[in-house]
């Protein structure tokens, strides 16, 4: 676990101190991949997506097992500890987060700012994002769960190859042109990637509970779950807790409520982040010394 949290570390570090590296997260070697797939018998047939999916997520996860197993004995494991970083590196995003916040903080106009906004959708192209507090916030939630923090709950979890098999069922779920991937395959890209989603969705919304409006976040988690039942796989909850955790009154305070309500929410991620980390580090410790 100190070795996952370090690599973690690292790795953020590295995506802020080198952010023109964030170019080499390219997939289009998964693109072939699924180019290639897709012209076998039967692939695009609904009644075979699953099957379909696993394999496009299964080769190139084995292949990448086996590289960081025959990794792990030289130099004391040394190389594959850059692997990690390299991976979760590569998984992280894949477009930076705090930069696209700047640049919607330094647009000018609605329009602008609401195209700016559209950077937060996993594809740009997908939809629109309005400028008002519900759907900025939804959008920055959604944004922070599938560029970090799944990402991050995974790679503790599973090590590179959870990181790695996220983002490779987002990219599939969330194809920037859908009719590259089979309806049923995408489907099924969508179902497991809301599964993939599930535990690290909730345990944001609780960590915003910690670094945010306690009570509000609360009751507002008490009141979704009421409605939709604490197993649902839809994730509004996270958005309405985002909600619930950013203060209405330093937003009605600020003469640009929006940015006022971008930056509050941001920061917002950064304490969880940090949270994260620091429970991984107990735990980390408390495993060194029990």
């Known amino acids: 676990m100190a070795i996952a949290l370090l690599a973690a570390v690292v790795a953020l570090a590295l995506g802020h101190l080198a952010p023109e590296l964030a170019r080499l997260r390219r997939y289009d070697w998964f693109s072939a991949w699924l180019g290639l797939l897709a012209r076998a018998k039967g692939f695009g047939e609904p009644r075979l997506a699953e099957l379909a999916l696993l394999g496009l997520l299964l080769p190139p996860l084995l292949i990448l097992g086996l590289l960081l197993w025959l990794l792990a004995q030289p130099f004391h494991g040394a190389l594959a500890f850059l692997a990690a970083i390299a991976l979760l590196f590569y998984a992280w995003g894949p477009r930076d987060l705090d930069r696209e916040l700047e640049a919607i903080l330094a647009a000018d106009g609605e329009q602008a700012r609401e195209a700016a906004l559209r950077a937060l959708l996993p594809h ?17 939630a959604a944004a922070g769960l599938r560029r970090w923090f799944a990402v991050l709950f995974w790679f503790f979890v599973l090590g590179p190859l959870g990181a790695l098999g996220y983002r490779l069922t987002q990219i599939l779920a969330e194809v920037e042109h859908p009719d590259r991937v089979p309806t049923g395959v995408r489907a099924a890209a969508s179902r497991l990637l809301a599964l993939l989603d599930w535990l690290p969705a909730r345990l944001v919304a609780f960590s915003l509970a910690l670094v945010g409006d306690f009570d509000a976040v609360v009751g507002t988690l008490r009141r979704r779950f009421a409605e939709a039942g604490f197993l649902t796989l839809e994730r509004g909850f996270l958005w309405a807790a985002m909600d619930a955790a950013v203060p209405r009154e330093s937003e009605e305070e600020a003469g640009d409520p929006i940015s006022r309500v971008l930056v509050d929410g941001q920061r917002r991620h950064w304490r969880v982040l940090l949270l994260w980390f620091a429970v991984v580090a107990l735990l980390a410790l408390g495993g060194a010394t029990g």
Do not use: F, I, M, S
């Open 124 to 140: 740009p192209a997908q939809g629109e994002v309005t400028a008002k507090r519900e759907a900025v916030l939804a959008a920055l």
